[in-house]
């Protein structure tokens, strides 16, 4: 499956941004769980966020549960990961993944096998 990403910035502390996540090819967009990930200079990727097959089931990284929110449209083979009240500390490189072996069990990043190619997103304080 090929993940094309789009959205981020520059945006001020306080204020939101979208990503989207766009799939094409390999099997059937609902056979993948899809997760977004993040990673700052010097800093190892870290899970932000994810969620099963159907959109029924979401989980997020403890830091920024209350903020951001997950969603797919499963029509549409999109993923997006709505981003409110950012902060600093969010700036980072955001990616999209996906993986058919997923259950929703471990989301850290070796257990996805299919990355977009990443977006910068900014916050200024």
């Known amino acids: 499956v090929r993940l094309v990403q789009s959205g981020g910035g520059l945006v001020q502390a306080g204020g939101s941004l979208r990503l989207s996540c766009a799939a094409s090819?390999?099997?059937?967009?609902?056979?993948?769980?899809m997760g977004w990930f993040r990673q700052a200079p010097g800093k190892e990727r870290e899970f932000v966020a994810g969620?099963?097959?159907?959109?029924?089931?979401?989980r997020y990284a403890t830091s920024v549960k209350g903020r951001f929110t997950i969603s797919r449209d499963n029509a549409e083979n999109t993923l997006y990961l709505q981003m409110n009240s950012l902060k600093p500390e969010d700036t980072a490189v955001y990616y999209c993944?996906?993986?058919?072996?997923?259950?929703?069990?471990?989301?850290?990043?070796?257990?996805?096998?299919?990355w977009g190619q990443g977006t910068q997103v900014t916050v200024s304080s």
């Open positions: 993944a996906a993986d058919p072996r997923q259950n929703g069990l471990d989301w850290s990043p070796g257990m996805f096998g299919y």
């Open positions: 090819g390999g099997r059937t967009f609902t056979s993948y769980y």
């Open positions: 969620i099963s097959w159907s959109g029924s089931s979401t």
